[in-house]
């Protein structure tokens, strides 16, 4: 199956230390990836670096807060004087805070799209950079989101974030494909994860949720490890500017 394998690849996943990026990581290093992890902590990578160690791959980690450029400069300088240099990027790291759109901030919509659109921006443009210079090719995914392409009451910020994700995806397709990176994203439906769990603890909107999903249950982690593996191995070669919607059918049924 070599075409789903990422042996002498090296993956750079933000936001590693929990929920869909350490579900990712440890699914990129079954695959045959090293790792390099980031997250705000060193301390909280600690967990799903061992869990890579335990498949046989290396994994190293940097603390790293994406809303900051310059925490993105330093994460990228990091990794040049320890040698490191990533030809896979899962661009994950985000948060979400559920509130009402008359209560948005303008310091909670800052912290969001700082992080979701701004952060993810940065961080790609240092990977590519690297890449670009040296006349190597990568492959780039984005974690978007449902709302990247429905709209989703108290979650304004958020979903400004996500479908400018999905935008960014596009256009940095267009210009970087060419010369040899690929640019994808993932559409997580309904995972449960500490970011969401706000939601499940509503019994009545699980219940409510769980009949507008064709296949009747909420998304595993592990649901999302196989589109974002085919995303970057050569099974997806002649794949660029595509998002892949992992919801258990819930789009389709809308």
């Known amino acids: 199956m070599s075409l789903f394998s990422l042996e002498g690849r090296t993956a750079l996943v933000t936001g590693a230390s ?40 290396q994994a190293q ?11 993105i400069s330093a994460l990228f300088r990091q990794m040049d004087d320890a040698g490191l240099r990533a030809d896979v990027l899962i ?14 901030d303008e310091a909670l919509w800052n912290r969001i799209l700082d992080t979701n659109l ?12 690297r890449l670009l210079t040296a006349g190597l090719s990568g492959s780039i995914v984005n974690t978007c989101s449902l709302t990247s392409a429905v709209g989703v009451p108290t979650a304004v910020p958020y979903t400004a974030s996500k479908t ?42 699980r219940a409510a949720m769980l009949t507008k999903i064709p296949m009747g249950r909420f998304g595993e982690l592990d649901d999302l490890v196989g589109a974002c593996v085919f995303l970057t191995a050569p099974a997806s070669a002649y794949v660029t500017g595509q998002l892949v ?5 819930y789009l389709a049924s809308i």
């Open 118 to 129: 701004k952060g993810a921006f940065f961080v790609a443009r240092h990977f590519a950079e």
């Open 18 to 57: 929990r929920g869909i990026g350490r579900a990712l990581a440890i699914g990129l290093a079954d695959a045959g990836a090293d790792l390099v992890l980031a997250a705000r902590s060193e301390d909280a990578l600690q967990g799903t670096a061992a869990a890579v160690r335990a498949h046989g791959r």
């Open 164 to 205: 400018g994700l999905l935008g960014m995806t596009r256009a940095l397709s267009s210009e970087w494909s060419p010369r040899g990176i690929r640019v994808n994203g993932i559409g997580p439906g309904y995972f449960r994860t500490e970011l969401t769990e706000v939601f499940y603890q509503d019994e009545a909107w």
């Open 61 to 71: 980690v940097f603390a790293a807060d994406v809303s900051d450029p310059e925490n």
């Open 245 to 249: 919607f992992v919801d258990g059918g």
């Open 91 to 104: 661009n994950n790291a985000g948060m979400e805070e559920v509130r009402a759109s008359v209560d948005v």
